[in-house]
């Protein structure tokens, strides 16, 4: 199995809609083409700042056509997943494989509160039903815990096609013993919060999610670009440049801080999907100052 293309920055694309909440197709294209302009080496379709919780089968399954369609090889296209039960989660890797995914990375079960046990037996099964396709582990504790490292690691040495993982944790002494554990064998960790991508890329990952690279894709894609070629201070002072622009986005609520920046900086991608609104002028402004100041141009009011 080659995996050498699955690196870098990768971008859980958002997901433009209409006012009636359906796909604004030809924004979904606009946005593809701008972070693959911009840098970034890798699309997920469906992470948590996709918005994927929304979508159904049939609505994925539309826009990831699209997505692969405008993609046209230029970068690999994973298909996110977080399913609670495991044959759903059997349903979407296979309609993943169909539709010309290049991997799948699969969330940890919502609500649930799964024993390792029952963790390594959903993330075996689904990566069991389509062996040929690259999976990454998504580790987020927002759903109410996180995976061990020492369940990363068995994965990792037990199923041949999960070859990595995402970790949105923003602990940095948990990814390190990740990749401690995972150093073995072919197996690439990811951070998953953009403040990270510096610090991940010194413990050994090898790149980073990225929500802010739907807008700000050049400033973070500097980051990953800098470190590869050996300057490792450039990248550093990037990172720190970059930081105050992510951070602000805290004080929106999940997940419209991405939609927000993309509006903000004149992309025009539409509304969030209810029940989630738009943020507060107050919040839009204080965006708004930290993007002036990171990319040197006025947002859009």
Request: aromatic letters at 8%; glycine letters at 8%; a negative charge.
């Amino acid at each position: 199995m080659d995996i050498s293309r699955i690196k870098g920055i990768i971008v859980p694309l958002l997901i433009p809609v209409n006012d009636d909440e359906s796909v604004n197709e030809s924004k979904l294209r606009e946005v593809v083409d701008h972070v693959i302009d911009g840098g970034v080496q890798g699309i997920l379709a469906f992470g948590s700042n996709s918005e994927f919780y929304m979508f159904t089968d049939e609505e994925m399954t539309e826009i990831f056509k699209i997505i692969v369609d405008e993609t046209n090889g230029r970068v690999p296209v994973f298909f996110g997943m977080g399913p609670i039960r495991t044959s759903h989660g059997v349903k979407l890797a296979k309609l993943a494989e169909k539709l010309g995914a290049d991997g799948i990375s699969v969330l940890q079960p919502m609500f649930l509160k799964p024993t390792d046990e029952e963790l390594y037996g959903h993330f075996k099964t689904i990566a069991n039903t389509v062996p040929n396709l690259p999976m990454l582990l998504y580790n987020n504790p927002r759903v109410g815990y996180r995976l061990n490292a020492s369940l990363v690691s068995d994965l990792a040495h037990n199923v041949e096609n999960i070859i990595g993982v995402k970790d949105s944790s923003g602990d940095m002494t948990y990814f390190s013993e990740v990749v401690r554990l995972t150093q073995d064998i072919e197996f690439r960790a990811f951070t998953g919060k953009d403040t990270l991508i510096y610090l991940g890329l010194c413990a050994g990952s090898w790149g980073s999610v990225c929500s802010t690279a739907n807008g700000l894709v050049k400033e973070v894609v500097d980051i990953y670009d800098k470190f590869e070629t050996g300057d490792y201070k450039g990248s550093r002072e990037a990172q720190y440049k970059f930081n105050p622009a992510r951070l602000v986005q805290n004080k929106a609520s999940f997940p419209v801080a991405t939609k927000d920046m993309a509006n903000l900086l004149g992309m025009n991608v539409g509304k969030p999907i209810l029940p989630s609104l738009p943020s507060n002028q107050e919040v839009l402004d204080g965006m708004k100052t930290e993007i002036d100041k990171l990319v040197g141009t006025k947002t859009t009011n």
